[in-house]
């Protein structure tokens, strides 16, 4: 990219920032998350020197206290192939696939994101995108009449759409173009007040999916929820309600441990807000619909598809011995059941449950030549050092449970249907990436890069397997 263009990470920047400050405006309860996740995350450090250390090694400390993600629901393959056009424009690239029709919610998402370390550490924002499976709709006539509203609308604005041609013509934007640009695209983000339906119509596509009225029934895919990182989200749970917010009950995801995995979420009750319909001889109707809410996360390391099994299998055996509503037996259950998964980054490395970020130590690198040596041996040795990968993805059970205590009522039955992964590729013109392949990589080039800075002509693969 030429140097007269401004760098994606850049307007990724400028855009976080521009719908922070958009989503404060609208939904002053999530000012008052951030407050807290600030506050909560200024005491965490202060006591936790050891944690300090870590962050700053990973590049981390200046990506708390700033959203780390947002979340948006479209509605036909024509606005997801946009929307990457939207985000590639910010250095955001869809990875991984979701299938939340197993949990009762008809879409499926990718999250777009950024994906080198360069690009995390300058703004880790990302947009977990959802896309509605109308064919999911049972109701033939009804699905018809969704399909022709949405065939209808254009989420982007002719000023939007001009600067992704000039950027996809030019290989850039310029500093005014990318203002114009996020100014632009925030539009599609913004809320509306006036619905594009009237209150019956409303009604049916709520009656077949509270999520489908919300994707049907307005202009735009209004951004639902964004998320700040914190790091210790059972003080942000519970002060919560010290601040007015009420939270949902159960944090999703694994249970608080010493060393964090995956990924743990929670969020507040979305708003009930007064929408207008239009009504049958050209009055506006006045109704009420809940979307917008507020989400905190605190994210740990990145499993292997090993350690990965393990949690997926941990969790469903709690979920199936206590149900996830029975907030202190669900999370008793979960800190039992987890107790089968190591919480000691020792022995998760050992055996394979995690993915690490090798370094050499300042000994290493003073030392004239390293002994030759397994991971293990060179780590003991003091040459070799590792910290967790950090988790960049999302889970879907979790993702589930986080959209369904928004969307009011209790979780749907499974849609007997299979996931889709071949059609939302093709929706979204690219096969979304795998992000287990990208730990890898990261893992293999930070061992690479470790062997050569120590002098060691070792084949980081091959330490790796053993
Ligand atoms: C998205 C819910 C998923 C998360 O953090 O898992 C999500 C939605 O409600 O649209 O954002
Ligand atoms: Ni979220």
């Known amino acids: 990219m030429q140097a007269q263009y401004v760098h994606p990470d850049d307007i990724r920047s400028q ?9 404060r405006a609208e939904v002053p309860q999530y000012g008052t998350l951030l407050e807290l996740v600030a506050d909560s995350n200024a005491d965490v450090l202060a006591q936790n020197a050891g944690l300090q250390a870590l962050l ?8 708390l206290n700033i959203e780390y993600h947002g979340a948006i629901r479209l509605g036909t393959a024509a606005e997801l192939s946009g929307m990457r056009r939207v985000f590639a424009v910010m250095g955001m690239q869809p990875v991984g696939y979701y299938d939340l029709s197993v949990a009762g919610v008809p879409v499926h998402a990718t999250a777009f994101r950024p994906i080198d370390d360069a690009a995390l550490k300058r703004n880790p924002f990302r947009i977990f995108t959802s896309l509605l499976r109308l064919e999911l ?5 009804l699905r018809a009449e969704a399909e022709q509203i949405l065939a209808a609308r254009q989420i982007f604005t002719p000023g939007a759409l001009a600067l992704l041609d000039a950027h996809d013509l030019q290989g850039g934007l310029t500093k005014e173009q990318a203002t114009q640009f996020v100014e632009q695209v925030l539009e599609t983000f913004r809320w509306h007040q006036q ?5 019956a119509q409303y009604q049916h596509l709520h009656d077949a999916h ?5 994707v049907v029934s307005f202009r735009g895919p209004h951004i639902n929820h964004l998320t700040p990182r914190t790091l210790d989200i059972d003080a942000v749970q519970a002060g919560m309600p010290l601040r007015g917010i009420v939270p949902k009950a159960v944090i999703e995801g694994p249970p608080r441990r010493a060393c964090p995995i995956l990924l743990r979420q929670t969020s507040f009750k979305a708003l009930q807000e007064t929408v207008l319909f239009s009504g049958a001889d ?8 809940t979307a917008r809410f507020g989400e905190v996360e605190q994210r740990g390391a990145a499993l292997t598809p090993q350690g990965r099994q393990r949690y997926d299998e941990l969790l469903n055996a709690a979920r199936s011995h206590v149900p996830a509503t029975n907030t202190p037996a669900y999370t008793k259950a979960l800190q039992d059941i987890f107790k089968d998964l190591p919480d000691d980054w020792d022995a998760m490395r050992e055996q394979g449950l995690a993915y690490f970020r090798y370094s050499a130590t300042p000994a290493g690198l003073a030392a004239q030549a390293a002994p030759a040596g397994s991971i293990g041996e060179l780590l003991a040795s003091g040459l070799l050092q ?5 988790y960049e993805d999302f889970l879907p059970v979790s993702a589930a449970g986080i959209f369904q205590s928004n969307l009011g009522g209790p979780a749907g039955a499974a ?17 979304p990436h795998d992000e287990l392949a990208l730990y890898a990589s990261a893992e293999l080039a930070s061992l690479q890069q470790a062997l050569s800075d120590l002098g060691l002509h070792q084949d980081a693969a091959a330490l790796l397997q053993s």
Request: hydrophobic share 35%; charged share 25%; with cysteine.
């Open 386 to 390: 590792c910290d967790p990968i950090l």
């Open 415 to 431: 849609y007997a249907t299979r996931s889709n992964r071949d059609q939302f590729a093709e929706a979204l013109g690219q096969q």
């Open 282 to 289: 050209g009055q506006t109707v006045q109704g009420q619909h």
């Open 137 to 141: 709709i049972e109701d033939a006539a």
């Open 15 to 23: 855009f976080s920032q521009a719908m922070s400050a958009m989503y």
């Open 195 to 199: 619905a594009t339906v009237s209150d």
């Open 56 to 63: 700053e090694r990973r590049g981390e400390t200046g990506r």
């Open 210 to 214: 509270r999520l489908i009225a919300d």
